[in-house]
């Protein structure tokens, strides 16, 4: 096969799931032999020389401060310009913003299919990134304009896709799990122990662990409140947080104010992939309430360490996980966690078991989900020759035609507010 582009609105040096997923892909799709570009905003601090393939960047607004990423500006026509000198089979975008806006300048230049993964509820981010319902509802449509563009789409879940669909995606999608970088296997028990003493937990207390951003919409106040019921009860316990996000200093007060604070551990970020599989190992239980998360990579590094997740029922991020098989299902609310680890926190055979089964039937590597990726890259590719996909609006007239629904918009709302004002003229 030709070259695959891949796109997205991050990149290291941002890290963050889709980041991580896009890194993967790359990676592997260069391992398997394949040519393989990345094209991503640009980023003050980004130093690519340590990747084996090319990564082109385009200008960007340092909004960092803002929204926590540089915001990428797809209209200008450099990237372009070298990527016509690429021979390039399949564009696949991982961002519906300006990363697709890019994909779907390049598929007009470069005539090639265009494939999108939806990783995330980005409706989500929408809402806590614009304040206004206006803006809220014109980012989200556009975010559908864009999805509904593409020759085919990818969710990572099932749940990913029923978002998808709620927010006006009306197409088709297939599920397309990522995987993950940690090998299955455990360390040994030396290895992990000393990797994690700087923590100085003592070896014979119950560990819980959660990997992830420290953003409420991560169930981390259901967390809290559990350990609060089970200290209430005179379990001792560690809790271990890994990770950082806006909520980070309110999370540590609420602890405080809970009683945690002994018992609670904010490690912040962990980057070396070896320490966070030692932390991985060092648990008992990973505690995962989140109702946001697609997919859940994190729940695959767990499984891959054989280490058993507490997950809410029903939510995407527990989609493949059976009650007391391979994980542990709760009801999503503090009282239901709370019974759930009195139950199991003691119980290392039922927690060893299900930690085995969580390995061998959850954990999916980066090689087998890009593997699974390329051969359906090249029946997309097959398809696009062979015309079976429906020609889409070209970005211009999108653009026009979105510009036009603006305006109306606008217009719309000038001439309620005449009316209003009319009427009240007319009262006083």
């Not at 690519?48 to 385009?58: G, I, K, N, S």
Request: hydrophobic share 40%; aromatic share 10%.
């Amino acid at each position: 096969m030709k070259e695959i582009c891949l796109l997205n609105d991050s990149f290291p040096p941002i890290l963050d799931g889709v980041s991580n997923a896009v890194v993967n892909y790359a990676k592997n799709i260069n391992g398997k032999g394949i040519a393989v570009s990345v094209v991503t905003p640009d980023h003050p601090e980004a130093d690519d020389a340590e990747f084996p393939f090319p990564v082109l960047r385009y200008p960007s607004l340092d909004l960092r401060k803002l929204l926590g990423y540089p915001a990428g500006l797809p209209f200008f026509n450099e990237t372009l310009d070298e990527l016509r000198s690429h021979d390039i089979a399949l564009l696949h975008s991982h961002c519906p913003f300006s990363s697709q806006i890019m994909a779907r300048r390049l598929r007009e230049t470069l005539d090639v299919p265009l494939v999108m993964t939806y990783h995330t509820k980005f409706d989500i981010d929408i809402a806590n990134a614009i304040h206004s319902r206006f803006f809220q509802e014109g980012a989200i449509k556009a975010l559908a304009d864009n999805v509904n563009s593409c020759d085919e789409v990818w969710t990572v879940s099932r749940g990913a896709g029923e978002n998808l669909r709620s927010i006006g995606y009306k197409g088709d999608y297939i599920v397309m799990e990522n995987g993950v970088d940690i090998p299955k296997g455990r360390m040994k028990e030396d290895e992990f122990m000393r990797l994690t003493a700087y923590a100085d937990i003592a070896r014979n207390l119950p560990v819980f662990l959660f990997v992830g951003r420290l953003k409420w919409y991560k169930g981390i106040r259901i967390i809290l409140d559990a350990l609060a019921a089970l200290r209430s009860q005179d379990f001792d316990f560690r809790m271990i947080f890994v990770g950082k996000g806006g909520d980070a200093e309110e999370m540590k007060a609420y602890s405080e104010k809970a009683g945690l604070t002994d018992c609670c551990v904010f490690l912040g970020p962990v980057y070396d992939r070896e320490l966070l599989t030692a932390w991985y190992c060092r648990a008992d239980l990973f505690l995962f309430p989140s109702t946001f998360d697609t997919n859940g990579l994190v729940v695959r590094e767990a499984a891959a360490c054989s280490l058993p997740c507490v997950l809410v029922r029903d939510s995407c991020a527990a989609e493949g996980v059976s009650g007391n098989v391979n994980g542990f299902l709760i009801d999503e609310n503090a009282a239901s966690l709370a019974v759930c680890l009195a139950r199991i926190m003691n119980d290392k055979p039922l927690l060893q078991r299900v930690g085995r089964a969580a390995s061998e039937e959850l954990y999916v590597s980066w090689s087998d989900a890009v593997g699974k990726a390329i051969s359906r890259y090249e029946k997309v590719v097959e398809n696009y020759k062979a015309g079976k996909y429906q020609k889409r609006p070209s970005i211009s007239d999108e653009f026009f035609r979105l510009s036009g629904e603006l305006d109306d918009s606008l217009f719309a709302v000038k001439e309620r507010s005449r009316e209003l004002k009319a009427r009240v003229d007319r009262y006083l």
